[in-house]
C-alpha cells in the first residue's frame, strides 16, 4: 500500500470518527437532565429547550460551514470548527447560570456545524463513486453510534453531583482530534469523479468553487427538492422513535413489573431491537450494485425499504408482551439475560424481535442512499453545501415528530389507556413514511436527469483546462 492510499484511508478513518461527536454530545444531555436542571435551579423542562437549541443551531451553521467548504481549505476550516466546539464544550461545563448554559451550547452548536458539512464533502471526494453508498453507511452509522456512546459516557462518569465531567472529557477529545488533523489529507476537490481522473492525473486542479448566486440553483434542483422533503418526512417518523422505550416501559408495566425493572428492560429492548441497523453498509453495497445499472435504481430501491419500514415497525407496535417472565428485583446483568431468554421461548417476544430487525433494518436502507444520491446530483463544489441544507431539513422533522408525538398522544389518551395510546400514537406517525418513500418515486426521473448533468459539466469542464 502507498503511502498516498494510507493518508485516504487515515483521513476516511477520522472524518467517519468525527462524525460521531455532534451526536455524542446532543446524547450527553438526556441522562444529565436532572442533576444540571438541580445544580443550576431551573425546572426540569427547562432543559429541553437547551438540547433543542443546539440541534438547531448545528443544522444551521452546517449550511454557513458548506457554504466554506465549497470557498476554502477544508482541513483548515474542521481545525478552527473543532477548536471553536471543543472551547464551547469545556466551557459548558463551567455554567454557573441556565444563561451561561445556553449561550455556551449555541457556540458549541456553531462550532458542531463543521463536522457534518466539511466531513460529507471531503469523504465525497475520497470515496470511489461506485462504493459511495457502502462507503458512507459507516459515515451515518458512526453518527447514530455518538448518540449511544454520550448516553454511556454520561451515565458512566456523571454522578448525581457531578454532571460536568462527561463535558470535560469530550472537549478533551476535541483537542485530541485537532493534532490528528495535522496529518490528514486534503483531497482534491472532484478527486472521486470517474470524469475528471485523467484532469488530476495530468497534475491539473478541478478550480470551481461555490458562489452566493449558486444557492439558487442548488435549492431549486429538483433532485435537493424532494432529497430536503424526503428527509423531512422520514424524520418526522425517526423522531417519534425516540419514544419507543416509554412503549416497552408501558408494555412491561402492563404485567405488574415496576418501573425499575421495566426502565432497565426497556432500555435493553431498545437496543436489541436495533440490531438491524447494522445491514445499513449491506443495503448501501445493493444501492451502489443498482446505481451502475440505471441512474433510477437508488431511489427506487431506496422507496421500498421506506415502505416496509412503515409495515414492520406498525406490526411490531401491536405485538402484546404475552407471558413476559422477568426477574421481580433490579439487577441489570439477571433482566439482560432473562431478556435473551425470552426472545428465543417466547413466541411474543421473538415476533416482536424478528418484526423489529426488519423494521430496523428496512430502515438503515435509507441513510446511505440518501447520502450518495446528495453526491451524485450535485457538483463537487455544492455538495457541503447542500448536504447542509438536507440536514437542516431532517433536523426540523425530527424535532417535528419528537414533539409532535407528545401531542397526539395527549389527544389518543383520552380515548384508549396504556399501553394502547402508544400504539396508536407510533402508528399514526408510521403514516409519515408513505410521503418520503413517494418522495424516492418522484425524484427517480429527475435523479437520471441531474446525475447525467452533473457528468456532462464535469467531462466539459475537464476538456476546458
Not at 431551573?42 to 443544522?59: K, Q, R, W, Y
Not at 441513510?367 to 440536514?391: D, K
Not at 437520471?448 to 466539459?460: C, F, G, N, P
Request: glycine share 8%; net charge positive.
Amino acid at each position: 500500500m502507498n503511502i498516498g492510499n494510507t493518508k485516504m484511508i487515515y483521513t476516511i478513518f477520522v472524518f467517519v470518527a468525527l462524525a460521531a461527536f455532534d451526536n455524542i454530545i446532543i446524547g450527553l444531555f438526556p441522562p444529565l437532565f436532572t442533576s444540571i436542571a438541580k445544580t443550576l435551579n431551573v425546572p426540569l423542562s427547562a432543559m429541553g429547550i437547551v438540547s433543542a437549541i443546539n440541534i438547531l443551531i448545528t443544522s444551521l451553521s452546517s449550511i454557513y460551514w458548506g457554504y466554506l467548504s465549497g470557498k476554502f481549505n477544508r482541513k483548515k476550516l474542521i481545525i478552527i470548527g473543532t477548536i471553536f466546539w471543543s472551547v464551547s464544550v469545556f466551557l459548558t461545563s463551567r455554567s454557573s447560570t441556565y444563561i451561561q448554559l445556553i449561550i455556551f451550547q449555541i457556540f458549541t452548536g456553531i462550532g458542531l456545524g463543521c463536522i457534518a458539512s466539511i466531513g460529507f464533502s471531503v469523504l465525497t471526494d475520497y470515496i470511489p463513486h461506485q462504493f459511495r453508498g457502502m462507503l458512507l453507511s459507516l459515515w451515518g452509522m458512526s453518527q447514530g453510534f455518538g448518540g449511544i456512546v454520550g448516553s454511556l459516557m454520561a451515565s458512566l462518569v456523571a454522578t448525581a453531583t457531578n454532571w460536568r465531567k462527561p463535558f470535560e472529557i469530550v472537549s478533551i477529545i476535541g483537542f485530541l482530534l485537532v493534532i490528528l488533523y495535522f496529518f490528514i489529507k486534503e483531497p482534491t476537490l472532484g478527486g472521486a469523479e470517474p470524469e475528471l481522473k485523467a484532469l488530476i492525473k495530468e497534475g491539473y486542479e478541478y478550480n470551481y468553487n461555490i458562489e452566493f448566486d449558486h444557492l439558487y440553483e442548488i435549492v431549486s434542483k429538483n433532485s435537493n427538492v424532494l432529497l430536503f422533503f424526503q428527509g423531512f418526512f422520514m424524520n418526522i417518523t425517526t423522531g417519534s422513535l425516540i419514544w419507543l422505550p416509554t412503549l416497552y416501559i408501558s408494555k412491561i408495566q402492563h404485567h405488574g413489573y415496576s418501573m425499575e425493572i421495566a426502565t432497565i428492560a426497556a432500555g435493553y429492548l431498545f437496543a436489541l431491537f436495533q440490531i438491524g441497523g447494522l445491514t445499513s453498509s449491506i443495503f448501501g453495497y445493493f444501492g451502489d450494485v443498482i446505481q451502475q445499472k440505471s441512474y433510477k435504481g437508488r431511489a427506487i430501491m431506496t422507496s421500498f425499504f421506506v415502505f416496509l419500514t412503515a409495515v414492520f415497525y406498525s406490526a411490531m407496535f401491536v405485538v402484546p408482551m404475552n407471558d413476559l417472565l422477568l426477574p421481580r428485583y433490579s439487577s441489570s446483568t439477571l433482566i439482560f439475560l432473562s431478556l435473551l431468554k425470552q426472545i428465543v421461548i417466547n413466541p411474543w417476544m421473538l415476533a416482536m424481535f424478528i418484526l423489529s430487525f426488519f423494521a430496523s433494518a428496512a430502515q438503515s436502507a435509507n441513510t446511505p442512499n440518501w447520502l450518495a444520491l446528495i453526491a451524485e446530483v450535485n457538483l463537487p463544489e455544492h455538495r457541503g453545501t447542500t448536504f447542509s441544507v438536507a440536514n437542516l431539513s431532517g433536523s426540523l422533522g425530527r424535532t417535528l415528530g419528537n414533539v409532535g408525538f407528545g401531542f397526539l398522544l395527549l389527544i389518543v389518551s383520552i380515548y384508549k389507556t396504556e399501553p394502547h395510546n402508544y400504539v396508536i400514537a407510533l402508528i399514526i406517525f408510521q403514516l409519515f413514511l408513505i410521503p418520503s418513500a413517494f418522495c424516492y418515486i418522484k425524484m427517480a426521473k429527475s435523479n437520471e436527469k441531474d446525475i447525467k448533468k452533473v457528468k456532462s459539466t464535469l467531462i466539459k469542464r475537464s476538456k476546458l483546462t
